[in-house]
């Protein structure tokens, strides 16, 4: 498994079209979907491959003098539990640690609400992030937006 850093602005937003529209279970929503693979285009953004294949990417966006997102991350299914999404994200957070950034956050549906982001939840906190606050309507009543923080 290869992690790149990709630079090119099409070649971002196949990648990102080719894994979310394969995750209709995170990324049903077209509009949001959309938005995502739009926007990923202005992001870093890091991706995985089998061969050359892309089964996995990561944007960061960054939100402050001293803060990144992780704004968006999919990793196709047949490669979940295989460390493509750790390796992903270990990667992504030395570059913006290496870039000056101090810390790292990320928005996902509060623990609790669907099987499915639990393992989201799990997942980001065994990487390291913290719960810091979270927004009962920041997305809307059914989805409230857990927020987590790491320092880098």
């Known amino acids: 498994m290869d992690v790149r850093k990709?630079?090119?602005?099409?070649?971002k937003r196949r990648i990102a079209r080719a894994i979310l529209e394969a995750l209709p279970d995170w990324f049903g929503v077209e509009e949001s979907?959309?938005?995502?693979?739009?926007?990923?285009?202005?992001?870093?953004?890091?991706?995985?491959?089998?061969?050359?294949?892309?089964?996995?990417?990561?944007?960061?966006?960054?939100?402050?003098?001293?803060?990144?997102?992780?704004?968006?991350?999919?990793?196709?299914?047949?490669?979940?539990?295989?460390?493509?999404?750790?390796r992903l994200a270990q990667t992504a957070l030395a570059s913006a640690r290496?870039?000056?950034?101090?810390?790292?956050?990320?928005?996902?549906?509060?623990?609790?609400r669907y099987p499915d982001y639990d393992d989201t939840n799990r997942f980001y906190r065994s990487l390291g992030f913290q719960e810091f606050e979270v927004f009962p309507t920041l997305w809307d009543e059914n989805n409230p937006c857990q927020v987590y923080v790491m320092a880098l």
């Open 33 to 86: 979907r959309e938005q995502y693979i739009t926007q990923s285009a202005g992001w870093t953004f890091f991706a995985a491959f089998d061969a050359d294949q892309p089964v996995g990417f990561l944007c960061l966006k960054e939100t402050g003098r001293a803060t990144v997102e992780l704004a968006v991350m999919g990793v196709l299914k047949a490669y979940h539990r295989q460390g493509i999404g750790r």
């Open 6 to 11: 990709i630079i090119d602005p099409g070649e």
């Open 98 to 112: 290496q870039a000056g950034y101090a810390f790292c956050q990320v928005k996902t549906v509060q623990m609790g």
